[in-house]
């Protein structure tokens, strides 16, 4: 790596994409990927995070803006000529060709000599651990090996840049769960650069070092996993990371930091994160871990209020309890399943609190 290149290996400005010249599917993108970093673009369906990682790779093409790799403008460099590694959700394999073979395809298209390809084969298929498996064909492997010889595949020609689209998708729970951590130690001992795009937040939430979440061609937010859980900006962000309590107030007080929001007619202590001020509307986010069930109204907690139990689901490791609380009968309480629990029945009433800078006042 000459030491002229800046830290970014990829660099977006204001880069748009429309099919049809009216709808921007991307809007004024401006994003920097940091070398080595593994960056994932999280989104639900149709919010532009493919089209963003389709125009990167050169399957697409920017109606406005440029696409910079390593300092160099790339919207004019057709696909194969960007070295870049790329991982599909359909695998995309040779089913002609052993894996030995598929892995040797890129590395014979670059004119590698045969022991070199032979090298460079083997090691890819350690690095996923199949090394047993390269005269296999992959119709002769489970969905988990497959997948694992894709990512082989796209590492072994040594790309400084690999791109994921949703690689996960089709195997079952465990499976994926196991494939998330194998990519991420790959990621981990290569230094690699990865960009990464799925709508499971959970999966961005294991695997990046920064998640751009998108929404509507925008990207809503881009910071660290614990950053988006703990400080979502926006309602939206709020919502599609994890579990959250949604109740809608309006804004009576807001005093630095700190704000009062009447929800049903009770005053409710928040975070001033991205509200419209004193009348306005607001939508209160507080995550269900956050709230503690059983508490006194003995000051050790500013927001304290009656929870009526609607629903109690036992999920082993923690209890959901669904309430009614400030006129909200969907307002969900994570328990975790530990000694001297509170047991509960349904119908039963209690008090539940929570502090105020859990609780955030953002966009209605």
């Known amino acids: 790596m000459s030491s002229e290149h800046s830290d970014y290996i990829v660099r977006f400005e204001e880069v748009q994409k429309s099919y049809d010249g009216v709808q921007l599917v991307v ?4 994003l920097d990927v940091s070398r080595g970093e593994f960056l994932t673009m999280l989104g639900p369906s149709g919010s532009g995070k493919t089209t963003c990682l ?6 697409e093409t920017a109606t406005h803006g440029e696409i910079y790799l390593d300092d160099v403008p790339i919207n004019n460099v057709p696909p194969h000529k960007r070295g870049i590694g790329m991982v599909f959700q359909n695998y995309a394999l040779f089913p002609h060709m052993t894996v030995a073979e598929n892995l040797a395809f890129p590395l014979e298209v670059r004119n590698l000599g045969k022991s070199e390809i032979e090298a460079k084969v083997q090691r890819a298929l350690d690095m996923v ?3 047993e498996f390269g005269n296999r064909r992959p119709a002769q492997l489970s969905g988990g090996q497959q997948q694992r010889v894709a990512v082989a595949r796209s590492l072994v020609f040594e790309p400084d840049l690999v791109l994921m689209d ?3 998708g089709a195997l079952d729970k465990n499976l994926r769960e196991e494939m998330q951590y194998e990519i991420k130690h790959i990621h981990e001992n290569l230094g690699v650069s990865m960009v990464y795009v799925t709508h499971d937040q959970s999966e961005a939430l294991t695997m990046s070092n920064r998640i751009a979440v ?3 061609g925008i990207i809503q937010q881009l910071s660290t996993p614990d950053d988006l859980y703990e400080r979502p900006m926006n309602a939206f962000v709020a919502s599609f990371i994890g579990e959250n309590n949604k109740l809608n107030g309006r804004v009576v007080e807001s005093n630095g930091e700190l704000c009062t929001v009447e929800v049903d007619g009770a005053p409710i202590k928040a ?3 991205n509200h419209g001020g004193v009348g306005q509307g607001t939508t209160l986010s507080l995550r269900p871990e956050r709230v503690t069930v059983g508490v006194e109204d003995d000051g050790s907690f500013p927001n304290v209020f009656s929870a009526k139990t609607e629903e109690i689901i036992y999920l082993g490791d923690h209890v959901r309890t669904r309430f009614s609380v400030c006129g909200h009968d969907d307002f969900i309480v994570k328990m975790p399943n530990a000694a001297g629990h509170i ?3 349904e119908g039963e009433s209690i008090k539940v609190g929570w502090h105020a800078e859990d609780c955030r006042a953002l966009d209605a």
């Open 27 to 30: 809007k004024n993108l401006n």
């Open 54 to 59: 389709m125009m990167l790779a050169g399957f």
């Open 129 to 131: 651990r199949l090394s």
């Open 166 to 168: 949703e690689p996960l």
């Open 214 to 216: 998108f929404d509507d």
């Open 271 to 273: 975070l001033s994160v």
């Open 343 to 345: 047991v509960l029945n």
